[in-house]
Every structure is written in structure tokens, then in C-alpha cells.
């Protein structure tokens, strides 16, 4: 289906706020994921959930190689920006996997 831009970002926006939350995993060191990477991965994961990426995630931190530890990154799709939760969810072997939570409502 080939929808107009304007359409398909209304549609990755609503889907994002269904679908709350996808998971990914990434090969670390023995620290974390480093902020370039995990933004990476974080919108490779979204673009796999909507259909396409986000225009832009910033993850100002890394993620920590430790289950529970969590960092917040910034979502932009269409000029409105979206926090982001990203959690660890298990450590093993050098791979850290992670839920993302989009909020609900854009940032202010």
C-alpha cells in the first residue's frame, strides 16, 4: 500500500501508541550498549513494528549491561517528539535484550 507521507506518519503514530512496546537485542561488551547504538537499534526495532522508522531517535545515554537497568530516549516522527523507555530485560553471552515503551502522549 503506497499512502501519501502525511498518512503513513498518522498511521506509524497511532500504531505506535498501540503498540506500546516491542523488544530488541544487540551484541555488547561487557558495559552496556553505547547511545549511538541503541538508537540505532531502537529505531530499527520501531521501523519493524510500524512499517518504517521514526525520523530521528536520540538516546542520550547507553544502556547498561544489567537486567532492570533502563534509559529514556527521544522519538521524532513528523515534528512531534515522544519519550521512549528502553529496559534490559536479560544479559547473556554479550547480548543484552530490551523492551521499548513509547509514551502515550507526545512531549511537551
Known amino acids: 500500500m503506497n499512502l ?3 498518512v503513513r506518519l498518522g498511521v506509524a503514530a497511532a500504531t505506535l501508541l498501540v ?3 516491542c523488544s530488541g537485542s544487540v551484541s555488547i561488551g561487557d ?3 553505547d547511545s549511538d547504538a541503541l538508537a540505532d537499534e531502537v529505531s530499527a526495532q520501531l521501523a519493524e513494528t510500524v512499517g518504517f522508522p521514526p525520523d530521528e531517535v536520540d538516546c542520550p545515554d547507553g544502556l547498561d549491561a544489567e537486567v532492570g537497568a533502563e534509559t ?3 522519538l521524532t516522527s513528523d515534528g512531534t517528539e515522544y ?3 528502553v529496559t534490559a530485560t536479560a544479559v547473556e553471552d ?3 535484550a530490551f523492551d521499548i515503551a513509547v ?3 507526545p512531549l511537551p
Do not use: K, L
Request: glycine letters at 14%.
Open 19 to 21: 503498540v506500546s512496546a
Open 103 to 105: 509514551d502515550e502522549q
Open 4 to 6: 501519501p507521507r502525511p
Open 72 to 74: 529514556r530516549c527521544t
Open 94 to 96: 554479550g547480548d543484552v
Open 83 to 85: 519519550g521512549v523507555t
Open 31 to 33: 558495559t552496556g550498549i
